[in-house]
T-cell receptor
Framework: DGGITQSPKYLFRKEGQNVTLSCEQN?????MYWYRQDPGQGLRLIYY???????QKGDIAEGYSVSREKKESFPLTVTSAQKNPTAFYLC????????????FGSGTQLSVL | SQKIEQNSEALNIQEGKTATLTCNYTNYSPAYLQWYRQDPGRGPVFLLLIRENEKEKRKERLKVTFDTTLKQSLFHITASQPADSATYLC???????????FGRGTSLIVHP
């Protein structure tokens, strides 16, 4: 079945540690996105990518990094520079046009030890 | 700055009634607006997209309206069921951006 797979479901980060969240899609979508969701808050855009080897910063990119070496994969690294990383991270993709009809993964809950 | 307002209080209704959720936006003119459903601990699921030149869009028991004068979208679920209980997110997309901005969502609780 086609879809987006995010892993792991739960992740714990120690102080000063970088962690990487995985996002893989087999939908053949060109555009991919990373959002952060805090309790009671809307989704905030971290990064997005319209095509392979290209990505753009979103509203809250500081402390995060991404790569898009393959169409299917868009991993997100939460660096030690992100001082408040505890949140629910959502990866999404879209096919029609960038920003329309986003298809989301099931999310990764990141917590700080 | 651009602002999206969705009712932060949960909407409680009885099964079989029509649920109406509101999305108000200020300081921009969206080219289109999307509605998503989100269940606890899960990613949002796309429901409907309505463009600025469309007044109304329907899909099964769902209906969305888009009033660019009032800067408001209404999302209706007719003949609501307990399975419709979830948080519903509004996501307008401004003209100068590739990406939609999401509201905080409104929680809908349908009581049997």
């Amino acid at each position: 079945d086609g879809g987006i797979t995010q892993s792991p479901k739960y992740l714990f980060r120690k102080e000063g540690q970088n962690v990487t969240l995985s996002c893989e899609q087999n939908l053949n979508h060109d555009a991919m996105y990373w959002y952060r969701q805090d309790p009671g808050q809307g989704l905030r855009l971290i990064y997005y990518s319209q095509i392979v080897n290209d990505f753009q910063k979103g509203d809250i990119a500081e402390g995060y990094s991404v790569s898009r070496e393959k169409k299917e994969s868009f991993p997100l690294t939460v660096t030690s520079a992100q001082k408040n990383p505890t949140a629910f991270y959502l990866c999404a993709s879209s096919v029609d046009r960038v920003g329309e009809k986003l298809f989301f993964g099931s999310g990764t809950q990141l917590s700080v030890l | 700055s651009q602002k999206i307002e969705q009712n932060s209080e949960a909407l409680n209704i009885q099964e079989g009634k029509t649920a109406t959720l509101t999305c108000n936006y200020t300081n921009y003119s969206p080219a289109y607006l999307q509605w998503y459903r989100q269940d606890p601990g899960r990613g949002p699921v796309f429901l409907l997209l309505i463009r600025e030149n469309e007044k109304e869009k329907r899909k099964e028991r769902l209906k969305v309206t888009f009033d660019t004068t009032l800067k408001q979208s209404l999302f209706h679920i007719t003949a609501s069921q307990p399975a419709d209980s979830a948080t519903y997110l509004c996501a307008p997309k401004g003209r100068g951006s590739y990406i939609p901005t999401f509201g905080r969502g409104t929680s809908l609780i349908v009581h049997p």
